[in-house]
């Protein structure tokens, strides 16, 4: 498979976009989200801004700035979105009021107006998204929370009003669907969570935005690093199930609306693993030979294709994989130096992601001396 790749962005400032299961073209494919920024070497603090854009893949790749976000991190940007809609809706996270919400900014008019909560994940048709309390991710997982707020439960281990919520973009009505202790009454004696503080991360929805995949997170008294678990709940609060039990889950992608495939340990064994996200079917080991390390994995909407990227190797260069979905077939989409962080937090991942046709593929990337954002185009 032949591919050509470009930059849509250019310097001194640099452009990211953030994480890998979000889609950043606009139903059009015309106007691609991007985050501006003035630096690339710390970690933001509470009052460092980042420009909300679009870049006009239609008209010289120009660069239009849109808004400006106190809550966001090179990791998961601001967890940008189109929400679609005649005013070409767009959807980030900011810090307003003393708060973290989520933002609707129609690009058409300029109107904005806060919905609700944070939030971490929207479902396909837009109608509903994930919020988790970002406040206490920048505790537990610094790189993937926000600065400027403090966790009301911090001196928590599992507080009783706090977890995975769904937000309704439509009412915006907000409701947590899974709190800290729901999950707690689950735990065997020898997971139990003891004093340590506990976090969600990662929330997905399947493809028809009934049921979400979410990871729980936790360090166990004198042992490092976290353990991490796999639940699916459905998007009212019913039938929430522990799918993997850790100690090690990583990346994820659903692949239909009842199967997920996860980077995980299962059985002292750490490859690809499809699962039941009901837990009825057994877990079955895909891909051993070709996908050999964690990578932030996503499936083509078409589903005929698996895509995923590596971390650095010794000479700092990661790698895009294509793998067919039916065959295991492997197709390189290139190698890309990225020089190594600072600091920890300051993650430099290609996270790929797919345009809606399935016919280009954008990543982050540093090879070119800044945070540039790439397009590739696939030539079959």
């Not at 989520?102 to 107006?113: F, K, L, Q, Y």
């Not at 907000?174 to 139990?192: C, K």
């Not at 929805?205 to 459905?234: I, K």
């Not at 190698?335 to 809606?356: F, G, K, T």
Request: overall charge neutral; glycine content about 10%; hydrophobic content about 40%.
């Amino acid at each position: 498979m032949d591919y050509r790749v470009r930059a849509i962005t250019t310097g001194p400032r640099h452009h990211f976009f953030g994480y890998y299961d979000m889609r950043p073209w606009d139903p059009t494919g015309r106007y691609h989200l991007v985050l501006e920024v003035d630096f690339a070497d710390r970690p933001p603090g509470p009052d460092d801004e980042a420009v909300v854009g679009v870049v006009d893949l239609a008209d010289g790749e120009t660069f239009i700035p849109l808004a400006r976000t106190r809550a966001w991190n090179f990791q998961q940007g601001a967890m940008l979105h189109w929400l679609g809609g005649p005013d070409r809706t767009v959807v980030f996270n900011d810090r307003r009021e003393g708060r973290f919400v989520c933002v609707a900014h129609a690009t058409a008019s300029g109107r904005e107006r806060i919905v609700g909560p944070a939030i971490a994940a929207l479902s396909d048709d837009g109608r509903l998204a994930a919020t988790l309390n970002f406040a206490r991710i920048a505790v537990t997982r610094p790189g993937y929370g926000y600065e400027g707020l403090a966790d009301p439960g911090e001196d928590q281990s599992v507080p009783a009003d706090d977890g995975l919520g769904i937000l309704d973009f439509a009412t915006g009505r907000h409701r947590l669907i899974v709190r800290f202790p729901d999950l707690a009454a689950r735990q065997e004696q020898a997971l139990g969570y003891g004093r340590q503080k506990v976090w969600f991360n990662h929330a997905c929805f399947n493809p028809s935005g009934d049921r979400l995949a979410f990871l729980c997170r936790w360090v166990p008294a004198g042992r490092r690093p976290w353990v991490t678990q796999m639940w699916t709940v459905g998007v009212g609060g019913q039938e929430l199930l522990r799918v993997l039990p850790g100690p090690m889950v990583s990346h994820f992608d659903w692949k239909d609306d009842r199967t997920i495939l996860a980077w995980a340990e299962v059985d002292g064994v750490a490859s690809c693993w499809q699962i039941d996200a009901r837990g009825q079917r057994r877990r079955e080991r895909v891909f051993a030979e070709v996908i050999r390390r964690d990578g932030h994995i996503c499936y083509s909407h078409d589903r005929r294709w698996l895509l995923t990227d590596t971390y650095p190797d010794s000479l700092g260069m990661r790698k895009l994989l294509l793998v067919s979905s039916a065959t295991g077939r492997p197709v390189s989409l290139g190698s890309y130096y990225s020089p190594a962080p600072p600091l920890p937090e300051i993650r430099r991942d290609l996270h790929p992601s797919w345009r809606d046709d399935d016919r280009q593929i954008a990543f982050d990337g540093m090879h070119e001396g800044t945070r540039r954002r790439y397009v590739l185009e696939l030539e079959p």
